[in-house]
């Protein structure tokens, strides 16, 4: 799985465990780009679970978010399941104001 300017893989385990760590500002100059990695990740086929690890993300627009969920969309089409770990507060913080919580596989905040 080739790392990119946008997104950095670890290939985990055998059992198609794969992390994608994302950094930065993730917003509508970055968001189809993340969305087309990780979605070209799901779709690579030695991945089974797609850990995408977002504690380095400073700053999240609606954009970028529709860009997670529309990649976690294209994962579940191809048997992939996509979850948010360890989500920065500007990520938390944004998935809680939109309710997307178990899209993401994350608990609910209260």
Do not use: W
């Not at 080739?2 to 950094?23: F, K, R, S, W």
């Not at 690579?44 to 977002?54: E, I, K, P, Q």
């Amino acid at each position: 799985m080739p790392n990119d300017a946008v997104v950095t893989y670890e290939q985990v385990d055998a059992d198609g465990l794969v992390i994608a760590v994302l950094a930065g500002e993730l917003d509508l100059d970055r968001a189809d780009a993340v969305r087309d990695s990780l979605a070209a990740a799901a779709a690579g086929g030695a991945c089974r679970y797609l850990n995408v690890d977002v504690a380095e993300v400073t700053f999240i627009d609606s954009y970028a978010l529709g860009a997670l969920v529309s990649a976690r969309n294209t994962a579940a089409s191809h048997g992939v399941s996509l979850t948010l770990t360890n989500p920065s507060q500007p990520v938390r913080k944004a998935i809680q104001v939109t309710g997307l919580n178990h899209v993401f596989g994350l608990p609910a905040t209260s």
